[in-house]
């Protein structure tokens, strides 16, 4: 008899524990889901960021381009945060970075324009021979030499 309670005394204690097990499992579920549908919609705000930057260096506007990109490299903050990952290398090659640099030298705007290199981590030889230019125009003959030294090294 004693046996037959103790049994019995088990069975609501263990449906008790298949209940909340159950529970945090559908919670993990539902939460995992969520954070997937933010990471899409990070990565998808992201990308059309990417392309209002190339709209605006389209149109010729250095200044909108550059400020777009200063917001994509945020979202990219974010979406690495999360979890992602995103180089800041491609980053900058995704966000035209380059392409920003040269719209403003063009301008001759060139205090901007070398404000927006980054010839110390790009090991990018293309990056870095259209630095070594830009950085010749602004008159920083040491870091145009350094980031051609460098893309010859590629």
């Known amino acids: ?17 298949g209940i909340v097990t159950l529970i945090a499992l559908i919670g993990v579920l539902i939460y995992s889901e969520l954070e997937k549908i933010k990471s899409e919609e990070m990565q998808e705000q992201y990308h059309a960021e990417i392309k209002n930057i190339e709209n605006y260096l389209n149109e010729g506007n250095c200044t909108q381009a550059a400020s777009e990109y200063a917001r994509a490299k945020e979202t990219r903050d974010i979406i690495v945060k999360r979890g992602l990952y995103y180089s800041l290398g491609s980053h900058a090659k995704q966000a035209h970075a380059i392409v920003i640099a040269e ?8 205090d901007t324009a070398v ?15 259209r630095a070594s230019v830009i950085y010749k125009n602004a008159g920083e003959l040491d870091k145009a030499e350094k980031a051609k030294s460098k893309a010859q090294k590629y």
């Not at 404000?115 to 021979?129: F, G, H, K, Q, T």
Request: glycine share 0%; charged share 30%; aromatic share 10%.
């Open 1 to 17: 008899m004693e046996e037959y309670q103790s049994n019995k005394s088990k069975s609501p204690a263990l449906i008790i524990v």
């Open 103 to 110: 719209c403003f030298a063009k301008n001759k705007e060139f």
């Open 115 to 129: 404000a927006l290199l980054d010839s110390e981590v790009d090991e990018d030889p293309d990056y870095l021979l």
